[in-house]
């Protein structure tokens, strides 16, 4: 069973607004990334003079790369489905790995997702 025209423009609605989010998340990302090149004394410098302050310092920017990079996933997941959505729409919501539908209520709350909720299961407990 096909999705109605509805519920498509409902998840494309979904997919760019997850979209949006994203994309804010990562400009903040990069703006906090510009922003730490100051220091919070005043100094022009990115680097801290005190060891601790420069293991503080890496320790940060490496956790801002890590959720850019997860974010960055993110939004190749939603671009990935907004082109299946325009390419297939009647194929959109099918799972990759079954062919079975991915329910409704399941792709209001992931709009990006490839598996249905037993694939995704199956596949979370074999890692």
Known sequence: MAYTTEQLEHLEARLLQERRRVLRKLARFGEDFLDSDKGSDGDLSAFSFHMADQGTDAMEREKAFLFASEEGRMLSAID??????????????????????????????????ELCIDCKTMEETLT
């Open 80 to 113: 990935a489905a907004l082109r299946r959505l325009y390419r297939t729409p009647s194929e959109f919501g099918m799972c990759a790995s079954c062919g079975a539908e991915i329910g409704f209520v399941r792709l209001d709350a992931i709009p990006h997702a």
